[in-house]
């Protein structure tokens, strides 16, 4: 397996640069002399860098795809202030020569730390069906083990490995809290709905280099395909209500909110619009806290967000 002696973050300006990184963007261009050249965006765990290939550009362009980890031999440059990779060698490295946690940014928190904790909250189910339903879904270690790794998304919010069991354990605290602000409200059902509402992602996305969507994911979605793997898992149960069932399903079902953003229903219970603006919350928190870490440090505002539509403030 290729050992990583320096990420991108570390690199400086002059250094000569012999080291793998995946490539998230591959494009062919031309110069303004009339030259092809390839323009690369590379990643590790630390962050990205560009890339250019001046020579030998076609037959390098041919070695390797977007997605792929490469072995580059390259000297670091300054250009407009900004570090960039001038590259004279590529080689492609087999899957099995390569730790994805490299070039995948991760989650900060202790992995194993959280999964022990969010199976603590299955353990305070009560209702035995649901119980039982949580204990049959996390005792698959295929399950468990891509629910530790997988993302929450590919770019919103908690998109790196680990992203998904932070974000399910994170939702799952706020309802707890909800659930005994409120009172009269069924915890049992609130806690497994908040647990399982993204259970579908472990399928909707590939992250074995780069987060990207499955086929699965892209037509079907993390919705529709996680409901389906509870549904599953409730034929197993011997006598499972089928009014829990169906309450259960629409949590799932509803967790988005609107139609607009892929909910097939609008909440219609109580429990769905917890879990509903629980998840939303998580989300949105999270995102503006990882946009502001991204951003220029020399501004109070960070640049305008596309997706939210709006610019942030970061505090002086």
């Known amino acids: 397996m290729n050992t990583k002696s320096i990420y991108i973050k570390d690199i400086r300006p002059?250094?000569?640069?012999?080291?793998?990184?995946?490539?998230?963007?591959?494009?062919?261009?031309?110069?303004?002399?009339?030259?092809?050249?390839?323009?690369?965006?590379?990643?590790?765990?630390?962050?990205?860098?560009?890339?250019?290939?001046?020579?030998?550009?076609?037959?390098m362009n041919r070695t390797f795809q977007k997605g792929d980890v490469i072995y580059i031999h390259s000297r670091a440059i300054s250009f407009r202030n900004v570090i960039q990779l001038s590259i004279s060698e590529i080689q492609t490295l087999e899957e099995t020569?390569?730790?994805?946690?490299?070039?995948?940014?991760?989650?900060?928190?202790d992995t194993a730390k959280m999964y022990d904790a969010l199976i603590g909250f299955t353990e305070t189910v009560g209702n035995p069906y649901l119980k039982s339903l949580l204990n049959l879904i996390f005792s698959d270690e295929k399950t468990a083990e891509a629910f530790r790794t997988a993302p929450a998304a590919k770019g919103f919010h908690h998109s790196y490995i680990g992203g998904l069991l932070e974000h399910t354990l994170s939702v799952t605290h706020l309802i707890d809290h909800v659930a005994?602000?409120?009172?009269?409200?069924?915890?049992?059902?609130?806690?497994?709905?908040?647990?399982?509402?993204?259970?579908?992602?472990?399928?909707?996305?590939?992250y074995r280099t780069m987060i990207d969507y499955t086929d699965e994911g892209r037509l079907i979605g993390h919705i529709v395909?996680?409901?389906?793997?509870?549904?599953?898992?409730?034929?197993?149960?011997?006598?499972?209500?089928?009014?829990?069932?169906?309450?259960?399903?629409?949590?799932?079902?509803?967790h988005h909110g609107v139609l607009e953003y892929g909910s097939p229903k609008r909440p219609k219970t109580v429990e769905a619009v917890i879990v509903n603006y629980m998840d939303d919350l998580d989300a949105k928190i999270n995102a503006f806290r990882e946009y502001i870490a991204?951003?220029?440090?020399?501004?109070?505002?960070?640049?305008?967000?596309?997706?939210l539509e709006r610019f942030i403030y970061k505090g002086r």
């Open 14 to 59: 002059g250094e000569r640069v012999s080291e793998s990184f995946l490539v998230t963007e591959k494009n062919l261009a031309v110069s303004q002399k009339g030259n092809p050249y390839l323009s690369l965006r590379l990643r590790d765990k630390t962050g990205d860098v560009d890339g250019r290939v001046w020579d030998n550009v076609d037959e």
């Open 97 to 109: 020569e390569i730790d994805p946690a490299d070039y995948s940014p991760a989650s900060k928190l």
């Open 180 to 206: 005994v602000h409120y009172g009269n409200v069924d915890r049992d059902l609130l806690i497994t709905g908040g647990i399982l509402h993204d259970i579908g992602k472990i399928e909707e996305f590939s």
């Open 225 to 254: 395909m996680g409901l389906e793997m509870v549904d599953k898992k409730i034929d197993e149960i011997e006598g499972f209500p089928q009014d829990l069932a169906l309450e259960l399903r629409h949590i799932l079902l509803s």
């Open 294 to 307: 991204d951003s220029d440090e020399d501004s109070n505002w960070t640049p305008f967000h596309r997706l």
